[in-house]
């Protein structure tokens, strides 16, 4: 279980995350949602130990992410699909897929997991990553996550920009995923989306999560989306 | 522009005066052609050092060139000291030199260019500093004199025209190989993987594992081992002299802002430009005009394209 409790994390002077608390379980999807510079995605870097967190922690079993340098956090099995994807772009679809498995001893098992996963991708192994399309680029981009085995898996934003059809593929992924155990976070600021895979749902506001609701508790019409997202 | 003491001694020195007079255009143009080579596959070396240090980290090594003494002054002491025949001496201090000035820079990054979080403008402040120090470093413990390395072997090339050292066109070779073997280094291994990965987002790489304080030292290193891999093997055609450095971190800033910061391919390009031109207008014509030309050309460069002829855009 991800545990994260009472941090405070920003950039140099910035405070943006301010004793903020949540978990994420291992076989559940956890949504966070809020307005745009409410500090998703610095939460997901925070995780990541690409922003430092001036107090609190961030646990996983026993491990203390937040002490650790940015390079160890994957080694605990934490992977990170970054918002805008983030790809190695000169460098070529199996490059990146490569790099992602530079933390595991023998890859050749997992890569061919993922290449199953997106058909797409081994068909253009060869491919420089930056002349995909946007698809194609979030196939590799969470392929290359997968690539670590992870027990967390952190997806900022992993629809935007997408045609109807990529992104049901995308949320069937994920909910695949979460039958393997894996705890995933996921960024979303569809309504319909939340509503089909999320178990939980971190609302967050003001650089703190400000409400927690359960799936069952959730409908389209609720107040919440309308005040933590506007829609 | 100062005369340039590594292209005057890539031209042969003084012996080219004689020859220049009694030989016709075509042999002449070959002449040139192989002296322009020669500084081309040095030049080489010593500009993918620097591109690649600028490529990965974003930091402009002002010092390179005093890596590249460095390196020389190494395979003087490396070739005078140890009781080996030429050959070996000068193989051994092509193996020592580079390795030692890796070390040299790897600490160089660790104690100062980190320090300064790679910051743009504080590192070129900073490795000017190092300029100085390296600098007045060799002076106290090499001293002022420009010293000579004996060449591993002597043989002469005689062609119908003229003859033509053997040891030069070992240095072309060699040049090549190692810049063959930096080559699969990047594309085929997994460090080279790891390098060009940080090169593109150092963050997004920490992500997946990547220690960037490593890479960076070990981009910085291999950045100095490049300039004193050329060194060694320019030595025996010019002396190791504490202010050797000058001429070539100039040539290599020439030729990495005309190939396009970063990109190791455009570097060779105009490595092989620059040396060749540099060569042949200064045979035909003066020294000093081939240096108003190429400064020339960067100015055109920086103003018609300032991503390099084979940068990719910013
Ligand atoms: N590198 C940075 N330096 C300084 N401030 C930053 C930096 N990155 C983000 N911020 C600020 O932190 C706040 C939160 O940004 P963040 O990207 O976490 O928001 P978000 O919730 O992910 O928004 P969006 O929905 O637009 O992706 C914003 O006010 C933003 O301006
Ligand atoms: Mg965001």
């Not at chain 1, 196939?139 to 045609?163: F, H, K, T, W």
């Not at chain 1, 393997?180 to 600021?189: D, I, W």
């Amino acid at each position: 279980m991800l545990r994260v409790e009472g941090i405070t994390a920003g950039y140099g002077p910035v405070t943006v995350l301010r004793d903020l608390s949540f978990q994420a379980q291992p076989g559940q999807v956890t949504c966070i949602m809020g307005r745009n510079g409410a500090g998703k995605s610095t939460l997901m870097r925070a995780i990541m130990g690409l922003v430092p967190v001036q107090s609190g922690q961030i646990l996983l079993g026993d491990a203390a992410l937040h002490t650790l340098p940015a390079h160890k956090v994957p080694l605990h099995g934490v992977a990170y699909v970054p918002q805008g994807r983030r790809l190695f772009g000169p460098l070529t679809v199996a490059e990146n897929i490569d790099v992602g498995l530079l933390t595991r001893k023998k890859g050749l098992h997992r890569r061919e997991f993922v290449l199953d996963l997106f058909p797409r991708l081994r068909e253009r192994l060869d491919q420089v990553a930056s002349t995909l399309s946007g698809g194609e680029q979030q196939m590799l981009a969470i392929a290359r996550a997968l690539c670590l085995e992870p027990q967390v898996l952190l997806l900022d934003e992993p629809s935007e920009g997408l045609q109807p059809s990529m992104i049901s593929l995308i949320r069937e992924t994920v909910l695949r995923l979460r039958e393997t155990g894996l705890a995933t976070l996921l960024v979303e600021q569809r309504v319909d989306t939340v509503l089909r895979i999320a178990d939980k749902v971190a609302f967050m506001a003001h650089g703190r999560v400000e409400h927690v609701a359960e799936r069952a508790d959730l409908t389209a019409d609720s107040t919440l989306f309308q005040q933590f997202v506007g829609v | 522009m100062p005369h340039s003491p590594l292209a005057e001694a890539l031209r042969g020195g003084g012996w080219l005066g004689d020859t220049r007079a009694q030989m016709s255009f075509g042999p002449f143009l070959l002449l040139a052609v192989l002296e322009g080579t020669v500084m081309a596959a040095v030049l080489a070396l010593t500009a993918v050092g620097l591109s690649l240090v600028f490529g990965v980290m974003r930091v402009v090594n002002v010092a390179h060139g005093e890596l590249y003494m460095l390196g020389a002054v190494i395979a003087w002491f490396v070739t005078f000291y140890l009781p080996l025949p030429p050959a070996m001496g000068w193989l051994a201090a092509l193996i020592i030199a580079p390795l030692l000035v890796a070390a040299i820079a790897a600490l160089m990054d660790t104690l100062i260019l980190k320090r300064l979080n790679y910051d743009p403008e504080a590192t070129i402040v900073a490795t000017i500093g190092l300029l100085y120090m390296l600098q007045q470093a060799a002076l106290t413990f090499y001293g002022p004199d420009a010293r000579p390395v004996v060449a591993p072997f002597q043989w002469r090339i005689q062609l119908p025209w003229f003859g033509y050292s053997g040891y030069k066109l070992f240095v072309v070779a060699a040049a090549l190989a190692i810049l063959l073997a930096v080559w699969l280094f990047m594309t085929r291994t997994k460090a080279g993987l790891v390098m060009r990965a940080t090169q593109v987002d150092r963050e997004t790489a920490q992500a997946f594992g990547i220690n960037v304080d490593r890479v960076y030292a070990g981009t910085f290193a291999l950045g100095g081992a490049l300039a004193a891999a050329a060194a060694v093997l320019i030595v025996p055609i010019q002396q190791a002299h504490y202010l050797m450095g000058h001429d070539p971190l100039l040539l290599s800033f020439i030729v990495v802002i005309i190939g396009g910061l970063g990109s190791i391919r455009g570097t060779l390009v105009a490595a092989l430009v620059i040396g060749l031109s540099d060569g042949i207008i200064s045979m035909f014509f003066s020294p000093t005009l081939a240096k108003i030309i190429a400064t020339l050309l960067v100015a055109l460069v920086l103003v018609f394209r300032p991503q390099g002829l084979f940068g990719a855009r910013a």
